[in-house]
């Protein structure tokens, strides 16, 4: 009897259980429902207050912004890689204790390309532990791992100090101090072979001999400056009997053509606002420029053509990033004592900025180099109503091409100073952000992209 009696009341607990569970299983089921009725409400308010089609169109917007970050981030992205792979390669260097040199606006790309071949090579012999030699098995405190690792830091300071002092060096020597320079190099290695000695640390013949090439490197490129300058002297001297023929500056004559017409354009607008007495004096003063202009070219083309039998001049690259962009250069020729007084006047009160030179070169025949030039590159002129702008949408490399397959050599500079274009800039951006402080390159990048 006591066993039914606990059967039952085991199955009133299970029912009453089952009749829990059912219970809150249908008010969690009322509550669900309830929110799903809701939420649906509000699906169909949103659906009214904005159709598929908006919906759909706002989606399309936010999809085509994306497309644009993207488009405009691109470049960005490929200037921070390759400025992360350029930092990366002169950390390598850096690393083992080569840092890069600092060189002149004024030294030719030749020298910065057999400068970088030779640093490599100097990289690939320290990398490979030739750079000092060490003939000693230390131990510091009966470790030899420990005596290892001091001999490794002694080359490492010792390799420094050598290409530190080779860097001073190199920077006080002139064209006719080759062999002072040399045996300071000498010393030098002799005395870092004395403060090695408690260690047998010293500089390696193999990498010794690369500095000294290094250094034969740097004083050819001097002698190369002073070759130039003793060459100039003859040049000047060539030119000053062919003025004495011309008789007349066809640069000078040029820019006073330009300026008269600069003024006629000026004159015609003017004379188009005017009535009565004064546009007819104005007319005349117009007709008395017009005049002088012609007068003006005439001169101009006989003096072209008394300087074509004077041929020798200065052919000159040069370009203005703050007034024209990147890429485009113009291309001209001078027969200038000073062929930099020619550049200058271009970068006058007329420009905001003053020209950067990527070539400037004398030749024998300037105006047949300067025709086939503009000839090459005709189909690039900035200009091409008036040929006496001799801008073009080129390169200072593709200039370079052009004149070794006309068998010109000369010197290039193909990184451009630009400084008062950039100078101006980082004014510019200081004063935007509220403040003096000034940045270490003119195109900043954005925050993000």
């Known amino acids: 009897m006591s066993e039914t009696t606990e059967t039952y009341h085991f199955a009133w607990v299970v029912l009453a259980l089952l009749a829990c569970t059912f219970f809150l299983f249908a008010i969690y089921t009322q509550r669900q429902s309830k929110n799903l009725f809701i939420n649906v409400d509000k699906k169909k308010q949103a659906l009214a207050d904005n159709p598929v089609e908006e919906i759909i169109q706002n989606l399309q917007r936010e999809s085509d912004d994306i497309e644009n970050k993207i488009e405009r981030g691109q470049p960005i992205y490929l200037k921070l ?262 550049v200058n006047e271009l970068g006058d009160a007329s420009v905001p900025f003053k020209f950067d030179v990527h070539a400037l070169t004398f030749v024998s025949d300037a105006p047949q180099i300067e025709r086939k030039l503009h000839n090459k590159f005709n189909e690039k002129r900035v200009n091409t109503e008036n040929h006496r702008k001799e801008f073009f949408r080129v390169t200072p490399q593709e200039v370079a091409e052009a004149m070794a397959e006309i068998g010109v050599e000369c010197d290039w500079y193909f990184e451009v100073e630009a400084k008062e274009f950039r100078e101006s800039h980082l004014i510019r951006e200081a004063r935007k952000q509220g403040s003096t402080e000034t940045f270490s390159t003119y195109k900043q990048l954005p925050e993000s992209i």
């Not at 057999?114 to 030739?130: C, D, L, M, N």
């Not at 131990?139 to 420990?146: D, R």
């Not at 546009?279 to 005049?291: C, G, R, S």
Request: glycine content about 4%; aromatic content about 8%.
């Open 81 to 342: 890689k390759d400025e992360l792979a350029l930092k990366k390669e002169q950390l390598k260097y850096i690393d083992v204790g080569l840092y890069p040199p600092t060189f002149k606006f004024d030294d030719s790309q030749s020298l910065k390309n057999k400068i970088a071949e030779y640093i490599e090579r100097q990289y690939q012999v320290i990398k490979s532990g030739r750079a000092t030699s060490a003939f000693s098995n230390w131990e510091w405190f009966g470790s030899k791992s420990k005596g290892t690792q001091m001999i490794t830091s002694y080359q490492g300071l010792l390799l420094k100090a050598f290409n530190a002092e080779f860097d001073m060096i190199r920077r006080v020597m002139r064209h006719s101090s080759y062999d002072t320079a040399i045996n300071k190099l000498s010393r030098l290695e002799q005395q870092l072979a004395k403060l090695g000695e408690t260690a047998n640390v010293t500089i390696s013949n193999e990498y010794f001999n690369l500095k000294v090439e290094e250094l034969t490197i740097w004083h050819q490129e001097l002698l190369h400056k002073e070759a130039i300058n003793q060459q100039k002297k003859q040049q000047q001297e060539l030119l000053r009997e062919q003025a004495k023929q011309a008789g007349t500056d066809t640069d000078e004559l040029e820019d006073e053509i330009d300026y008269k017409k600069s003024d006629l354009i000026k004159a015609q607008k003017l004379a188009k606002k005017l009535h009565g007495a004064n546009a007819l004096d104005m007319e005349q003063k117009i007709a008395l420029m017009q005049e002088e202009i012609e007068q003006l070219e005439s001169k101009f083309e006989r003096a072209i053509s008394q300087a074509q039998i004077t041929k020798a001049g200065y052919i000159y690259v040069i370009s203005n990033v703050g007034c024209f962009g990147d890429n485009v250069v113009k291309i001209g020729m001078t027969r200038r004592l000073e062929p930099m007084d020619r």
